[in-house]
Structures are given as structure tokens and as C-alpha cells.
């Protein structure tokens, strides 16, 4: 096999890594559990190990779609199963088998219907990485389509019943995501027609030839605002948020995890590859709007997490306050807030993981979220108490976290486009130190509550979360470059610059 050949065929076997070890579990005995989990966790790591090599082999210098495989699929619609990644989607590939390697661990106690839980959970982290590496529409939305089921089934299931039904919360999250994918539908539908029309009725659904052709302005109008309703429901823009911080309380942890740390950032990433790249115009009309809705749900989120009781709902609505702060910087869109939203998106994603990790376990172990029942539990479980405290401050986007980069990019990248919307945004940060070191402070400190010295303190495999998202937020926030270098590799070697300039977006008052 050729050196070109064995980089073409990387991302499939990084795709089929988790599916392989679905396959292996279905054929094992429902009575091995532990056998069952062990081959969750080596199918999730062989899926980051090559993920991370194709982070650090990416060519950084040349930019652009690398590591590429394209098969025709249906050749007279123009469907390709095509796989390619860029420094765009290659932050949002290693996050996805990050989450999923440690949502296994953090799984690991899990004594209900083993088998079918790890089956379920290694398809949706299959469904979440295609997205990341399609390079055609259609195969896109169909790996989209592939994470609904699984969340769907896995929230019914062992999700937890407190505040909201588990059956609510995931019947709600799923007509969300439903609702979203309809318009996805008719606007992706509307696009390919159109690109066959100005194509001499050869029809298409790759990225980068539907990015090539020049549609109408009133067309572009439409189609990009059916676009943002989709994903920005996805991202859980302002108001169109209200599903996720159910969602996330009425699921269980691994899929709390994988939810707010990668699901939701398929709607950055797709109003960035579809959007901005390929309907220019329709982004510039509907920027402002964006902005506007944005700087709305940061602050609406922010100020509800303050009144929260439940720690998944704290972090629920501190998830979409900070997905805020994602789409105030797609609709800047310039260099500078393109790169803060991809590196915010992997941020968050590394962020809200640790606090789910250590939520279900705090969960798990005394079988309440009610901040009010608990406190110091720093005494009983000390290393807990450490991702807790770590979790918090990369949320406040302290120094040393890559929270804080992710932070001052987007407000340097904003800050010209809309002045007023992005002070709004920094303001936003006060309620958020407030609602993170309340929670912090009445959940690990205060006086010892006896009641809980039954609690044990996280060990053994139970530490794998703790260990490798900390890591990571360090790692990552201390020497920024590693994952900054490649961001700005894909957003300066692609077509979105020069994208930028054409539709005159960038006088919008972008850092460049």
C-alpha cells in the first residue's frame, strides 16, 4: 500500500474503529460486563489514537483538505462517499473521540443492560465523527440523522428521572433535533437543486463544488436563513434552546457528555462549512440577527443558571450561554472570530465533559444533584473535588485553560464587527463567575456533612476522566499553539478568506 493510499484510508479506519467494536460486543455475552466494557474502551482509544495522529500529521503549511477519499456512491444524484478533514474539522475529530474514549470510563459502573449501552453509545460516536469528516452534503446530513436514534434510545433508558421525566426529556430533545434536521433537509435539497441548475443539470453535493458556483442573492437569503434555523436550533441558539438543558438532565452521563461536548457543536461546524463558505451573501443579511440572538442567549443562559438547583441544569444553561459566545463569533466572521469559535467549540466541549464526568459520578455515588443536599464534599472526595474546581475555572476562561484563548479571541474578533453585542458578551462573564463559584462553593466547601462520609472518592478507572480531559485543558491553554496553529491553518487556507473579501464582510471591522 502506498504512503497516499494508507492517508486516504486513515479516517475510514478511525470511522470504523467504534463500529468494530460494536460488531465485537454484539457477539460477547450479555453476563460480560467487564469484557464488554474493555472492548468499548480499546475500540474508543484506537479512534483517538488515530485521530490524534492525524491532528499532529496535518500539514499546517499547505492547509486545506488533507488525508482525502472519495468513492462515488450514487453517481446520478452526485453522491460521493467522500472523507476529508481540514483544520477546521480536525479540532472537532479529536474532540469527538476524546469525549467518547472517556465517556467509557465514565460509563464504567454501568450494571444495566451493559451490552446494549456500550452498542448504542459506539454508534453515536460513529454518527458524531462523520459529520466532522464528510466532505459531501448528503453523507453529512445522513450521519446526522444516525446520532438522533441512539440519544433517543439512551435517554428513555437509563436516563435519570429528577426535575423532568427521562421519557420527556428525550422525546423533547429529539423533536428538536428533528425539527431542525426538516429545515437542514429543505434547505440542502433547495442548494443541490440549484447547484444542478447553474452546473448544466450535473448534480453535486460535495463542499467545495457547491461553494464554487454563484447563486442568486434572494436565494442565498432564504436557503442560509433555513440553514441557521437548523443548526442554530442544534447549538441551541436563543430561543431555540430550551431542549438542551432538559436534554442533558434527563441523560445519562456518557450522553450528557457527548451531547454538550460534540453534538452541539455539528451546528458551528455546519454554519461554518455550509454557511459561511457556501452562501456568503445569505450570511452577511442574517449576521446581524445572529449577533443579536447570540449576545440574547448568553445572557438569558447565564442569568437562569444563577436560579438553578440542579447541578446538570447549572451546566445545562451555562452550555448554551457559552454557545453564545460561538455564534456572535461565526457571525463577526473574520479570521480572528472564526479561529476563537473553532477553538471555543473544542474548549467547551473538553470543559462541559469534565463537568458531566464529575456530575455522574457525584450523581451515582449519592444519588442526588440538588446543590442544596449537598456540600463539602471536598473532604469526603478530594480528586473529585479537583475536576470539579478545574471544570469551574476553565468555564470562568481562567489563564492557563484554552478556555481563556478560545475567549479573548472571539472578543477580539468581535469586538469591531458589533462593539455594543460584544461588551454585552464580556458582561456576560460576571454572571457567569457567579453562578460557577456558587455552585463550587456549596457543593464542595462548608462544613463537613456526615452524612456523606459514606462517599467514596473516584479511583481506578473511575480517574481516566479526570485525568485525560485536565490534561488536555492544560496542555492545551498552557502552549496554545498546538491546537491554535491548526485552526488558523484551516480557516486562512481555505476558501473562506477570500470568501470574506468578495461578499465584503470582512470591512466589518475583522482582525486580520
Known amino acids: 500500500m502506498s504512503a497516499a493510499t494508507a492517508g486516504s484510508m486513515i479516517l475510514p479506519f478511525t470511522l470504523l474503529a467504534p463500529v468494530l467494536a460494536a460488531l465485537i460486543i454484539v457477539f460477547l455475552p450479555k453476563e460480560e460486563g467487564k469484557m464488554i466494557k474493555i472492548v468499548a474502551a480499546l475500540g474508543t482509544f484506537a479512534a483517538l489514537a488515530l485521530s490524534v495522529y492525524v491532528f499532529f500529521a496535518y500539514d499546517r503549511a499547505q492547509g486545506g483538505m488533507q488525508f482525502n477519499l472519495i468513492l462515488p456512491w450514487t453517481k446520478d444524484l452526485g453522491v460521493n462517499l467522500a472523507f476529508g478533514v481540514d483544520g477546521i474539522s480536525i479540532p472537532m475529530l479529536v474532540l469527538t473521540n476524546l469525549i467518547g474514549f472517556t465517556a467509557v470510563y465514565s460509563s464504567w459502573n454501568l450494571d444495566k443492560r451493559v451490552k446494549e449501552f456500550f452498542v448504542l453509545l459506539l454508534i453515536l460516536i460513529t454518527g458524531v465523527m462523520g459529520t466532522f469528516i464528510a466532505r459531501d452534503l448528503f453523507i453529512f446530513f445522513l450521519f446526522y440523522e444516525i446520532v438522533v436514534i441512539p440519544i433517543y434510545i439512551m435517554v428513555i433508558i437509563w436516563g435519570s428521572t429528577k426535575r423532568v421525566s427521562k421519557e420527556y426529556a428525550g422525546m423533547k430533545l429529539t423533536i428538536y433535533l428533528l425539527i431542525g434536521s426538516a429545515f437542514l433537509l429543505v434547505g440542502l435539497v433547495a442548494l443541490y437543486l440549484n447547484a444542478k441548475g447553474l452546473n448544466g443539470g450535473q448534480g453535486t453535493f460535495m463542499f467545495d463544488e457547491l461553494a464554487k458556483f454563484k447563486y442568486d442573492p434572494t436565494f442565498q437569503k432564504i436557503v442560509f436563513g433555513l440553514m441557521a434555523f437548523g443548526f442554530g436550533s442544534l447549538i441551541s441558539m436563543f430561543p431555540f434552546h430550551s431542549w438542551s438543558p432538559d ?215 473511575e480517574m481516566v476522566p479526570l485525568v485525560v480531559l485536565v490534561f488536555v485543558l492544560f496542555v492545551t491553554g498552557m502552549f496554545p499553539n498546538i491546537v491554535y496553529s491548526v485552526i488558523n491553518s484551516g480557516v486562512t487556507h481555505s476558501d473562506l478568506s477570500k470568501v470574506m473579501e468578495t461578499v465584503g464582510l470582512a470591512k466589518m471591522g475583522g482582525l486580520f
Open 247 to 461: 436534554g442533558y438532565a434527563g441523560a445519562p452521563t456518557a450522553v450528557s457528555m457527548i451531547h454538550a461536548g460534540v453534538l452541539k457543536k455539528i451546528g458551528g461546524y455546519g454554519l461554518i462549512r455550509l454557511g459561511l463558505m457556501v452562501l456568503p451573501v445569505g450570511a452577511k443579511f442574517w449576521a446581524p440577527v445572529i449577533a443579536t440572538l447570540a449576545i440574547a442567549g448568553v445572557l438569558y443562559a447565564a442569568f437562569i443558571a444563577l436560579a438553578q438547583k440542579d447541578l446538570k441544569y447549572v451546566v445545562g444553561y451555562s452550555s448554551v450561554s457559552h454557545m453564545g459566545y460561538v455564534l456572535i463569533a461565526i457571525a463577526a466572521f473574520n479570521v480572528t472570530s472564526i479561529n476563537g469559535a473553532v477553538e471555543m467549540m473544542f474548549a467547551h466541549g473538553v470543559m462541559s465533559a469534565l463537568f458531566f464526568s464529575m456530575i455522574g459520578f457525584v450523581y451515582e455515588k449519592s444519588h442526588t444533584r440538588n446543590i442544596s443536599e449537598l456540600g463539602g464534599l471536598a473532604r469526603q472526595m478530594p480528586r473529585l473535588a479537583v475536576g470539579f474546581l478545574i471544570a469551574g475555572m476553565a468555564s470562568l476562561g481562567l489563564p492557563g485553560t484554552v478556555n481563556f484563548i478560545a475567549e479573548f479571541t472571539i472578543f477580539m474578533g468581535s469586538v469591531r464587527a458589533y462593539p455594543v453585542l460584544a461588551i454585552l458578551g464580556i458582561a456576560g462573564i460576571i454572571f457567569t463567575a457567579a453562578y460557577i463559584l456558587r455552585t463550587l462553593a456549596n457543593v464542595l466547601f462548608g462544613p463537613r456533612r456526615p452524612e456523606w462520609d459514606h462517599l467514596k472518592d473516584l479511583r481506578g478507572p
